[in-house]
């Protein structure tokens, strides 16, 4: 069965610092692995999506991730913070020729401090 | 915006009452999810719908949980007798289905609250 864990439920940065938000994996096959960003009271969006092409994912709002199988991790970058990343940020895995359904990892939750 | 809508927002209950919760997905959207998200968790996969056909269900999804989808249009997720521990965000989302790798767009939630 396929798992991600995310390493810090709560990441605090300041503007304009590098943020890194990490993720690791657990698969028998190669996974699909995903980005989600959640702001209050609002849906989930996807940020980037990994699927076995490049290994370095660039995303929306700045943020890429790279794929490292050898040490199972996708973490989630951005060079530069800013006060709108403010956001909890969810790392998730496709179950395989299971119609796309996805496993979330617990979420980090990341701020930002002027 | 013709994104993924859900109703009600919030619904607050008491124990023992049955809630229905309503999602409408994109209109061209195939396929159709439901996840749950307690606090301080990421989602779990409940169930999803291919069209009309529900395909998959969580062992999470228990015998008070029922899931529709009608027409492969809107769907209802109806919780019976509930109890405190269904207190959560229910999340619907929504895909084309055209291929497995269809981005996923999620609603905002219904937050159900069991008193």
């Known amino acids: 069965a396929q798992s991600v864990t995310q390493l810090g439920s709560h990441v605090s940065v300041s503007e304009g610092a590098l943020v890194l938000l990490r993720c690791n994996y657990s698969?028998?096959?190669?996974?699909?692995l995903f980005w989600y960003v959640q702001y209050p009271n609002q849906g989930l969006q996807l940020l980037l999506k990994?699927?076995?092409?490049?290994?370095l994912v660039k995303g929306i709002n700045g943020f890429e991730a790279e794929f490292k199988k050898s040490e199972t991790s996708f973490h989630l970058t951005k060079p530069s913070a800013h006060m709108s990343d403010a956001a909890e940020y969810f790392c998730?895995?496709?179950?395989?020729?299971?119609?796309?359904?996805?496993?979330f990892g617990g979420g980090t939750r990341l701020m930002v401090k002027p | 915006d013709t994104g993924v809508s859900q109703d009600p927002r919030h619904k607050i209950t008491k124990r023992g009452q049955n809630v229905t919760f309503r999602c409408d997905p994109i209109?061209?959207?195939?396929?159709l999810y439901w996840y749950r998200q307690t606090l301080g968790q990421g989602p779990e996969f409940l169930t999803y719908?291919?069209?009309?056909?529900?395909?998959?269900k969580s062992r999470l999804l228990s015998d008070r949980f029922s899931a529709e989808r009608p027409k492969g249009s809107f769907s209802t997720l109806e919780i019976q007798r509930t109890e405190q521990g269904d207190s959560a965000m229910y999340l619907c989302a929504s895909s084309l289905g055209s291929t497995f790798l269809d981005e996923q767009y999620f609603g905002p939630g219904t937050r159900l609250t069991v008193t």
């Open positions: 990994y699927t076995s092409a490049a290994t």
């Open positions: 209109s061209e959207h195939n396929r």
């Open positions: 998730a895995v496709e179950r395989n020729n299971a119609g796309n359904m996805l496993t």
């Open positions: 698969s028998s096959v190669p996974p699909y």
């Open positions: 719908f291919q069209n009309e056909a529900q395909l998959e």
